[in-house]
């Protein structure tokens, strides 16, 4: 699993799909007990289902094979709240919030300009379109991969980005090996931190 792991050069989907369990951690620990003697077919709005959980469902139906779809899941990008609301109405089951997608939005090109209350602020946006989507279309808001950059500082500022984004109602989170500040994983001439700085990151 290091090998891989180094030869990746921009995001680590490793580091999204533990993050998925660290976000769980992150919501009320009360609701999320309340959500499991519920249920699974019933609506659940807001937190009362948290995202993580439901990214774990999907996740764990696809691997499974009781996933009753014949194409892998998808993930468009969002930005905003009406991204994210199209995105849900266009009957995708999962989204991603792109951090190209927040910087463009802003007027600024993808190298970390946006800072972290920036990101966290939009991602509240997107939550709230996923929640209002769900609501019209009586179902569960479908849940949110969202893009954490580097993390934005050291372990410390990773860890406060995960929570804050859990918070921001967000299903899981993509952090970069890159250095900061990072450039656009779509160009040329980026660089990583050493391996044992990247995995603080997530530790």
């Known amino acids: ?20 369990l660290i976000l769980s951690r992150a919501h009320d620990d009360a609701t999320f007990r309340a959500s499991q003697v519920t249920s699974s077919r019933r609506t659940c709005l807001a937190l009362a289902c948290p995202p993580p959980q439901r990214l774990k469902e999907l996740l764990q139906s696809e691997m499974d094979g009781s996933r009753a779809s014949e194409t892998p899941i998808l993930l468009p990008c969002c930005y905003d709240g009406l991204t994210a609301r199209l995105v849900a109405r266009a009957g995708f089951q999962a989204t991603f919030m792109t951090g190209f997608g927040v910087s463009g939005v802003n007027g600024y090109p993808d190298t970390q300009l946006v800072s972290y209350q920036e990101m966290q602020q ?3 946006s997107v939550a709230e379109g996923l929640s209002g989507a769900a609501l019209e279309l009586k179902k ?11 993390g934005y500082g050291n372990a410390v500022n990773a860890k406060r980005t995960v929570f804050g984004y859990a918070r921001a109602g967000m299903a899981g989170i993509m952090i970069e090996d890159q250095v900061a500040p990072k450039r656009c994983g779509h160009v040329a001439g980026k660089s990583v931190v050493p391996f044992a700085e990247a995995v603080q990151r997530v530790k």
Request: hydrophobic content about 45%; overall charge negative.
């Open 1 to 20: 699993m290091i090998s891989p792991f180094r030869q990746s050069p921009t995001s680590i989907a490793l580091f999204s799909f533990a993050c998925v």
């Open 122 to 124: 939009a991602a509240m």
């Open 140 to 150: 569960d808001p479908i849940p949110c991969i969202a893009d954490g950059d580097t």
